[in-house]
């Protein structure tokens, strides 16, 4: 099977399983993820100690080095990240690190690097994911459905919803989505959503992320144990898997 890029992975095919990194022991961790079979390394810049560009690309070349996908995000606090630094200088950092990795992440809130980012993004020809996080609850449909549109008339490449889910009622507005668009990344996080991780990419979500130690956001699942079911539900993602380990 020839390898598909990122790019095209966003659209269709397997889903990735991405695990998400900071700065800490960045080529440890790297080869530990490629000798495991991670799909995908989110680099969450705003873990990273330094927001100094030659700090950052440091920190994350390992990654690359390594044959690993790379998706860069610089989460704002709005949105549960520990970005702490102006507008100006998250979008420089956004430029800066855009050559060096695969795809980027911005949030659809970001109204003001969001622009900036989009356009970085298609001059250096990375895809471009337009996220929208709510750690407190899922809002309905129609909310939701907004955001979607709106993420795709500012040029998202694909589509991230990642929601807090309580009970049933919201995980059918998530997987809503998924059958209304495609190109989506849709989480229900919290223990309740916990379930959306595995059966949400059997639906087409494109992404679903997992946790090696460091930092499990709300209901995630050990990377290997998100590996081991979606080998066994999805024949596809396990095809995908023996492909990258032959
Ligand atoms: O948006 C997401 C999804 C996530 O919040 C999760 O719940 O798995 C983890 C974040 O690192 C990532 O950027």
């Not at 700065?23 to 991670?38: E, F, I, K, Q, S």
């Not at 799909?39 to 690359?64: C, Q, T």
């Not at 704002?76 to 695969?102: I, M």
Request: proline share 6%; glycine share 10%; no cysteine.
């Amino acid at each position: 099977m020839a390898t598909q890029t990122l790019r095209e992975r966003l659209t269709g095919g397997a889903p990735l399983v991405a695990v998400s990194f900071g700065d800490d022991d960045p080529a440890g961790h790297a080869a530990r993820a490629r000798a495991l079979g991670v799909d995908l390394a989110e680099l969450r810049i705003d873990w990273h100690r330094s927001a100094e560009p030659a700090d950052v690309l440091a920190a994350i070349a390992p990654f690359r080095a390594a044959g690993l996908p790379t998706l860069a995000t610089i989460r704002s606090k709005a949105e549960g990240g520990y970005w702490s630094g102006d507008d100006a200088a998250r979008l420089r950092l956004f430029a800066a690190v855009l050559p060096a990795v695969d795809a980027v992440d911005v949030e659809l809130s970001s109204d003001q690097v969001l622009p900036g980012v989009v356009a970085a993004a298609r001059a250096a020809d990375r895809p471009v994911i337009v996220s929208y996080h709510d750690f407190d609850r899922t809002p309905g449909a129609a909310e939701l459905r907004a955001k979607v549109e709106a993420a795709r008339a500012a040029g998202a490449d694909a589509v991230k919803i990642s929601t807090m889910a309580q009970g049933a009622g919201d995980l059918r507005v998530l997987a809503g989505l998924l059958v209304e668009y495609d190109r989506m990344i849709v989480i229900g996080m919290g223990a309740e959503g916990a379930g959306s991780r595995v059966f949400f990419p059997l639906l087409g979500s494109r992404i679903t992320y997992s946790a090696i130690g460091g930092r499990p956001a709300p209901g995630q699942l050990p990377f290997e144990e998100t590996k081991r079911l979606l080998t066994t539900f999805s024949p596809e993602y396990a095809a995908s898997a023996e492909a990258m380990t032959a």
